[in-house]
């Protein structure tokens, strides 16, 4: 679980607020959308839930196995451990073969070497890594490396999971599989996706909350909620 308590972030004194006055709880076997335009705030709260910026106030915590809350800002460490992240754009070590990067990210997270095979060999499996093993990272397409991305934010199997578009780069035979991957990760995590894309959202999630500017709308009535998000997309100026 996620829970995110009366959240807000701007980025120094001057400036407006980028998130405002979030309240979400992402809940275990479930998949929940943010749903919004680029630039509405979608990864700014999800960089947050990793720790990798802290938010100016509220609160975010993340559960672990055991369904205990960890505060971000006052243990990041520990809140790594219990997420998996994948980022829109994927920053991958280019001189790594595929079979090296995935090993190194179990290291990271103090997988056995037991554990580790295991790992890699369900990844490869679902993802379908085979052929990409023994290439160097630099010499992969776009979709190839967020598969390859999708893999390491996962290889320590974490309790929540966090996606921030996470069918970039992807063709939709890709899609598709990739698709049907995160609806089976559901069953046991808790999922938290970004889009800009309305389908998506649709064919993906459980709940959808639609973010404008920061600020976030609950989409109650998925009848009129293209509507509702091509009247923001329109607005958005």
Do not use: W
């Not at 938010?55 to 505060?71: A, F, M, P, R």
């Not at 800002?73 to 001189?95: A, D, H, T």
């Not at 993802?127 to 991305?149: A, C, F, M, P």
């Amino acid at each position: 679980m996620i829970k995110i308590e009366n959240f807000y972030k701007k980025y120094d004194s001057k400036s407006d607020y980028v998130v405002q006055n979030v309240n979400l709880q992402i809940e275990p076997k479930k998949i929940t959308c943010l749903l919004g335009p680029n630039g509405s705030g979608k990864s700014t709260i999800m960089n947050c839930i990793c720790g990798f910026i802290y938010g100016t106030k509220g609160s975010i915590c993340v559960s672990d196995s055991n369904n205990n809350l960890i505060n971000v800002e006052e243990n990041q460490s520990s809140v790594m451990k219990n997420i998996g992240y994948v980022p829109e754009i994927s920053k991958l070590p280019p001189e790594l073969k595929v079979l090296e990067f995935l090993t190194y990210a179990a290291e990271n997270h103090n997988l056995s070497k037991e554990e580790t095979l295991q790992s890699i060999k369900y990844l490869v499996s679902k993802l379908d890594l085979e052929s990409l093993l023994t290439k160097k990272i630099k010499t992969l397409s776009k979709g190839q490396q967020q598969r390859v991305s999708f893999a390491q934010g996962l290889i320590h199997n974490p309790a929540n999971l966090i996606l921030d578009e996470p069918n970039s780069g992807l063709d939709p035979l890709q899609i598709k599989q990739l698709r049907t991957f995160i609806k089976e990760l559901s069953q046991t995590k808790a999922i938290l996706m970004s889009t800009h894309i309305l389908s998506e959202a649709v064919n993906l999630t459980s709940e959808i909350y639609i973010i404008k500017k920061g600020k976030i709308v609950k989409a109650k009535d998925l009848q009129n909620l293209e509507n509702e998000y091509l009247e923001i997309m329109e607005n958005e100026n």
